[in-house]
Nanobody, 117 residues
Framework: QVQLVESGGGLVQTGGSLRLTCAAS????????LGWFRQAPGKERESVAS??????SYLDSVKGRFTISRDNAKNTVYLQMNSLKPEDTAVYYC????????????WGQGTQVTVSS
């Protein structure tokens, strides 16, 4: 059974930093693209960042502030978030997609990130 468990969310002031962690189990980690998504109240879910063996990609509004990384030995993906803004407030979800699939197959339960002004 595949499980993705996020941690590291919380309350931070504008300009602060947080590091989100997603621990995966039940899958061959190296065969998956890992992504971070977020959903703010009243808004659609959006892709924040993703990473695979071929590289990483970012939402334009987080480029230069957020960094996604993965540790295949630990089956873990991270999202380092710096210079946080109130508009980054959302529930952040980790997701995994087999590299030959178009959509994400597995999702975590989410972790709340709140940035106060």
């Amino acid at each position: 059974q595949v499980q993705l468990v996020e941690s590291g969310g919380g309350l931070v002031q504008t300009g602060g930093s947080l590091r989100l962690t997603c621990a995966a189990s039940g899958l061959t980690f190296g065969n998956y693209r890992l992504g971070w998504f977020r959903q703010a109240p009243g808004k659609e879910r959006e892709s924040v960042a993703s990473i695979s063996w071929s590289g990483s990609s970012y939402l334009d509004s987080v480029k230069g502030r957020f960094t996604i990384s993965r540790d295949n030995a630990k089956n873990t993906v991270y999202l380092q978030m710096n210079s946080l803004k109130p508009e980054d407030t959302a529930v952040y979800y980790c997701a995994a997609k087999a590299v030959d699939r178009k959509s994400y197959d597995y999702w975590g339960q989410g972790t709340q990130v709140t940035v106060s002004s």
